[in-house]
């Protein structure tokens, strides 16, 4: 069964999830959600059996970005359907609005996941329990239905998500760099937006941030600071190291 996992990452969480899923189903290949105007034809001519969705949670919803990337994404055929959320807290409403991105492309969400990345990291006896119960369900194309969403989650999704996503391009104007920076590029390439430019030997944001907070956890002298709570968050997911997430 021929697997396809698409996946967007600031921290490292959602790439730890769709890698090692990737390698446990066997037949299947993890890719990063480029830039948002790119179209990914990879599915298009219905030789997939299976599609597969990671996503973070970010501003009470799912990332404009990963919104985006669904709706360009040419699929053909019927083929089995999962996503992946995770999240450090809440999940609000983020399966819902994947759901409905799903059905919109004229197919079903078979199965949906939440995982919680918490203070205490997952052992590895843990982990494996985690990816070996998800890659069952998927080998054998078994309806997994998503966890319910409380009414107080529906309710946040929709009345703070759109209001963060209004205001969040702007947001990077308050991001900067102190002298620890030693203009070392990585910033920019951990982006998933395109967001960075090293102008001079200093990053330069370019106000289509999706505050996916890649560039605050992945800077290796620590430099980049704001005033956002991404910003104050130095958290990214210890399995996964600088070199395996930009590969």
Known sequence: ??????????????????????????????????????????TAN??????????PVIDFG???YVKRYIKALKV?????????????????ASMLQMKKLIKEKGLKLDAGFTVKFGPEPYSDREWKELLDGMALAI????????????????????????IARSMIKGEDRKF????????CGVCARVCPAGNIEIVSGRPEWKHKCEQCAACFAWCPEQAISGTNLAAKTKYRNPHVTLARFIE
């Open 76 to 92: 053909g055929g019927r083929p089995y359907v999962f996503s992946v959320v995770t999240c450090g807290g809440m999940p609000c």
């Open 139 to 162: 080998s054998s194309k078994t309806a997994v239905p998503p966890d319910k969403i409380s009414f107080r989650d529906r309710a946040l999704t929709a009345l703070l998500n759109p």
């Open 62 to 64: 799912l990332p404009g």
């Open 46 to 55: 219905g030789s997939v059996d299976c599609i597969g969705i990671v996503s």
């Open 176 to 183: 900067k760099a102190s002298g620890d920076c030693d203009g």
């Open 1 to 42: 069964m021929k697997t396809i996992i698409y996946y967007f990452s600031g921290r490292g969480n959602s790439c730890r999830i769709a890698k090692d899923l990737s390698k446990k189903l066997g037949d299947s290949d993890a890719i990063y959600m480029k830039r948002t105007n790119d179209t990914n034809d990879t």
